[in-house]
């Protein structure tokens, strides 16, 4: 059995980048977008090997470069960084100066190149546009403690790469937490930062990197992507205090949309080596409000897990950052994560999606997308609790008593999918009579697989389930019954043709690509029910709320357990302003229906 870690183990794997504050209030350095820039320059050089060593002509040399450089081009300088260092710099931060070049002219070179890694265009506008609103206090990167793991590597599967194409996933946990920012940088932050290095231990893709092949082998086919953890790889960590309004943040009525961007971390820049692509996959961001409470931001590539795993990672982590060791968790080993690749299919599903999805784009110009402001979308919470949904699924059986397929899970979608068809009618005008759209939510098939998987099988493995039907029908009087019928006969169809899902790749070809192609018009689910998710505790209590961030970029839903009750369910929703009016007024309309 391995050796538990407490929290008073060694701390240099714990890596510091900066911790100084960003000063925004009247008469700082930071006042305008020119005092901004150094500001951040200054923190971004400070990191670069041999920075200190060298005289401030140097330092105002480099700085002047970068700037010049940045306001040079129109758009983001990220293709061209890579374009114009590639043979300066492989990986950013994992090289040193080269031997056959002046230190000040390599040095310029990997300012600039981690200058572009650290800030894109878009995240440094999102920055300069809130920087009233934030400070950050510390950037540092969080390793698993030294010579636990080593270098590994796992191989993913094809239900890890159909997420590729896919947007990275923000979620977003808030806790009451009625203290000082003394106090929680003393009491809390080490605690979570040592606990995290710890539960990196035990699950070391989460410090690792996907690393895709664009070109394919000698033998012309295409090589899968596969997660890769050397040792020192590390899951960046930001600790951030905010003056928005902690309050308002954690209810349930509209709130702006891009007012929660800044609470959650990107994943950083793709770095391209020589015959593959480097993309982070995880990171986390804690942010402070005074005397109010904490949120813990967190943002993962798809490729890397699904709701399941993530959700063992997380408890994982609140165990240790509860008790201060791993010791609970090494004691039942049924909660190790199982990193045996144990699903059996034909090898021509890999190579299928491969080859179809454009993984040769992932090359230079490839970057991950992110969240950016301004929008004009609202995000709101809708709770359904048991009695109410009893009565909805009451009613829908006196309505379709020969329905196939039904539950809480199917019967809330549904309803939730026909009031956003109704709304968006109210708002935008009929869509066209052959206008079709789909609903897309996923089934866990761990225990569908045979034989079984064990529950925690590391990464992805769930299907897709796909109701298609005409938009006309959706915002109609009966809507809400096309609704529940279309959604249960699809999730009925993917768990009885789960045999034929893993022998069948036209059948995925046509899921992941024909329909598509055909019916753009989409609505997916994020989140489980049958997760719990508000028991996300690292010491300090439940979560006071939980939000899905990235649902307003890839037209999904949210649907998980309520904290109150884990019978009642939680709907997140993201939409345009006056859409949400108008869905908030169908929805509590329609549901005196059933009551």
């Known amino acids: 059995m391995d050796k538990p870690h407490s929290l008073d183990v060694n701390t240099q794997h714990v890596k510091s980048v900066s911790h100084r504050p960003f000063a925004t209030g009247p008469g700082s350095h930071n006042d305008t977008i020119t005092g901004f820039n150094e500001y951040i320059l200054g923190i971004v050089l400070m990191m670069l090997q041999g920075w200190n060593e060298l005289d401030k002509d140097v330092h105002k040399m480099a700085m002047d470069a970068v700037l010049g450089l940045w306001e040079a081009f129109s758009e983001s300088p990220i293709v061209q960084s890579m374009d114009i260092n590639t043979n300066a710099t492989s990986y950013v931060g994992a090289t040193g100066l080269r031997d056959d070049q002046p230190r000040e002219v390599d040095l310029k070179s990997q300012a600039y190149v981690l200058y572009c890694n650290i800030f894109s265009k878009k995240t440094y506008m999102q920055i300069a546009a809130t920087k ?42 808030f806790y009451e937490f009625p203290h000082s920012g003394t106090h929680f940088i003393e009491k809390v932050v080490p605690n979570l930062k040592h606990s995290l290095s710890i539960t990196l231990q035990h699950f070391f893709p989460f410090a690792g990197n996907l690393l895709v092949f664009p070109k394919p082998n000698d033998s012309g086919f295409a090589r899968k992507p596969e997660i ?44 391209r080596e020589s015959d593959f692509t480097v993309i982070p996959l995880f990171a986390v961001q804690v942010t402070f409000y005074e005397n109010r409470g904490f949120s813990i931001g967190i943002t993962n590539h798809h490729v890397l897990c699904d709701a399941s795993t993530k959700y063992d990672f997380l408890m994982a982590w609140t165990s240790i950052a509860r008790h201060g060791t791993d010791e609970l968790f090494l004691a039942k080993r049924s909660n190790f994560p199982v990193y045996d690749r144990l699903i059996k299919y034909p090898d021509s599903f890999d190579q299928m999606f491969l080859k179809e999805s454009g993984v040769e784009t992932l090359d230079l110009k490839y970057q991950l997308p992110e969240l950016i402001g301004p929008s004009c979308k609202v995000r709101a919470t ?14 829908v059986s006196g309505q379709v008593p020969t329905l196939g397929y039904m539950s809480s899970f199917s019967v809330t979608c549904a ?11 109210e708002v935008e005008g009929a869509k066209g009579g052959d206008e079709l759209e789909r609903f897309v939510c996923v089934a866990n098939f761990r225990s569908r697989m045979d034989p079984p998987l064990p529950q925690t099988y590391f990464g992805n493995c769930v299907a897709p389930c796909v109701a298609v039907t005409k938009s006309f029908l959706l915002s109609g009087n009966k809507g809400f019954l096309v609704a529940v019928e279309s959604l249960g006969e699809a999730i009925s169809k993917t768990v009885k043709n789960k045999d034929e899902l893993l022998k069948n790749d036209e059948l995925w070809f046509e899921m992941l690509f024909k329909i598509p192609a055909k019916i753009p018009a989409k609505i997916g689910v994020a989140g489980t029910p049958k997760v719990k998710i508000y028991d996300i505790d690292f010491g300090w209590g439940k979560p006071k709320k939980y939000e899905t961030i990235s649902i307003d970029c890839n037209g999904s839903i949210t649907v998980n357990a309520c904290k109150e009750s884990p019978d009642d369910l939680e709907i997140g929703l993201s939409l345009p302003d006056k859409q949400m009016d108008a869905f908030i007024a169908i929805f509590d309309r329609e549901l005196q229906g059933f009551l």
């Open 132 to 173: 009233n609103m934030l400070t950050i206090l510390e950037s540092c990167q969080i390793s698993p403690p030294p010579a636990t793991i080593g270098n590994r590597s796992l191989s993913t599967t094809f239900f890890d790469v159909i997420w590729l194409p896919h947007f990275p996933i923000n979620q977003l946990f």
């Open 228 to 271: 890769r953890y050397v040792e020192g790889d590390s899951v960046a960590f930001t600790l951030v205090e905010c003056d928005l309004d902690f309050d308002d943040l954690v209810g349930n009525h509209p709130r702006a949309c891009d007012k929660f961007y800044p609470l959650v971390p990107s994943l950083g820049h793709v770095v």
């Open 382 to 395: 809708f709770i359904l609790t048991k009695a109410k949904i009893n009565l909805i699924k009451n009613w």
């Open 415 to 425: 309803y939730v999918w026909s009031c956003i068809a109704k709304s968006r009618e």
